[in-house]
């Protein structure tokens, strides 16, 4: 267990497997982490462990690694599919949870609201104005939503009761169907859904291709009063393009739940006050983190303990791997 997990969780692996937890919750070097997998068959792992061909080459005997989050952009799956290992994710336990928690980010930004917080915990606060704090409309506005996966398509069901339009933007259009379910949504180019939305979340995975999708040509597009919520992964925004967008007011403001080189935010972010903030919580409720730890063990048991009703893991990423090993190799 690389990273710090609920007790239960650990009690649960121990009665099929040794376990060693990090329960000190240290995030290991790339050394530390080798010598630690020299003798394992399989690691739950997080987004803070870079799962490398290197590593996987100096851990012979590693048969799996699970990973406990929907993106897996920390692991060479390419590298694992080729070393016999299979690699799994935690998708499906959080899409509701993360998508309550990209409208707490999306209203908190367009009303202003930490920001009008930290104005009155500083004792600015003396009388109401009618200009104190104006922020932007919710109801009645044009959500773009780049990236319409599960999570995307529960923003747009929420947004239903703000009488919102939808626009979406994804690698392929949806069927009919799922964009009446998610509020009319309707399919656009990047650049259509930049220039006419008034409020955009992101929720793509991150790849070499999504690399700096927002970046500053596209955050020129948007509307200076537009907003844009980021709660994908780092690297999807170019984040010192964003920062010059922010600061010269090109774009009214922005929510961040993950940054490029996270936790090591780039510190212009502190100093402006048109930027809500949070350290990478969007699944955090304690049912849902949870489920995405029980579902990571899921995924380790069928990988190294296989049965008849757990041939393989539930959630492989890479089923490939499969004509590489047998079930005598487990």
Known sequence: MARAVFPEVIARMAQYFEVESNQED???????????????????????????????????????????????????????TKAGVMVTNTPDVLNETTADFGWALLMATARRVTEAEHWLRAGHWKQWRYDSFLGADVHGSTLGIIGMGRIGQAIARRSMGFDMQVLYHNRSRLAPELETRANQARYVSKEELLGAADHVILVLPYSKESHHTIGSAELALMKPGATLVNLARGGIVDDLALIAALRDNKIAAAGLDVFENEPALHPDFLGLSNVVLTPHIASASEPTRRAMADCAADNLLAALLPGKDRMYPPNLLNPEVLGKITLADK
């Open 26 to 80: 240290r995030i290991f070097s790339a050394a530390e982490l080798a010598q630690k997998l020299q003798d394992k068959d399989g690691v739950i792992a997080t987004a803070s462990e870079r799962i490398s061909a290197e590593l996987l080459q100096a851990s012979p005997r590693l048969k799996a690694v699970c990973n406990q989050a929907v993106g897996y952009n920390n692991i060479d799956v390419a590298a694992a």
